[in-house]
């Protein structure tokens, strides 16, 4: 494989890598908001926040209980391990970075939300760290 290829190679990986953990992170996010909002979260309130079936939520949580992130017991709230509160932290600080930085750019603040939920599972940890000293000049922060 030459090295061009090699280059192209990496960043579809990165790219594939990012997608398969997007799922997680908005999940994880959701539970987090929802317990703020509510003080519990059940599969119903993830089904109306994602506007998708019960089964498609408890098919994702299932996986995410076996990769640590969640813990579920039948007719219980879904609660976040201590790995699942750290992933939905670092979300929400991402996307708070991200939405910023395209508010600060002049996006309107609806499409820099919806644009933010996308970016935040592809930006990279450099971008992201530019992204912030950029809000932060700007802000006066």
């Known amino acids: 494989m030459t090295p061009t290829k090699k280059k192209t190679a990496a960043r579809h990986l990165r790219t ?3 997608h398969s953990t997007e799922s997680a992170e908005d999940y994880v996010e959701a539970i987090a908001e929802i317990v703020e909002e509510k003080g519990s979260c059940r599969v119903e309130d993830l089904r109306k926040h994602f506007s998708v079936s019960h089964v498609t939520v408890s098919r994702i949580l299932q996986r995410l209980q076996r990769e640590g992130l969640v813990e579920k017991e039948a007719y219980r709230p879904v609660s976040l391990t201590t790995l699942g ?3 939905a932290t670092s979300s929400r600080n991402r996307h708070q970075i991200v939405l910023q930085f395209l508010i600060e750019l002049g996006v309107s603040p609806k ?9 935040e599972h ?3 940890k450099e971008t992201l760290a530019v992204m912030k ?3 932060e000049r700007n802000s006066g922060g």
């Open 85 to 87: 509160q750290r992933l």
């Open 133 to 135: 000293r950029f809000g």
């Open 122 to 124: 592809h930006v990279s």
């Open 111 to 119: 499409t820099a939300e919806i644009d933010a939920e996308g970016i």
């Open 16 to 18: 594939r890598n990012d």
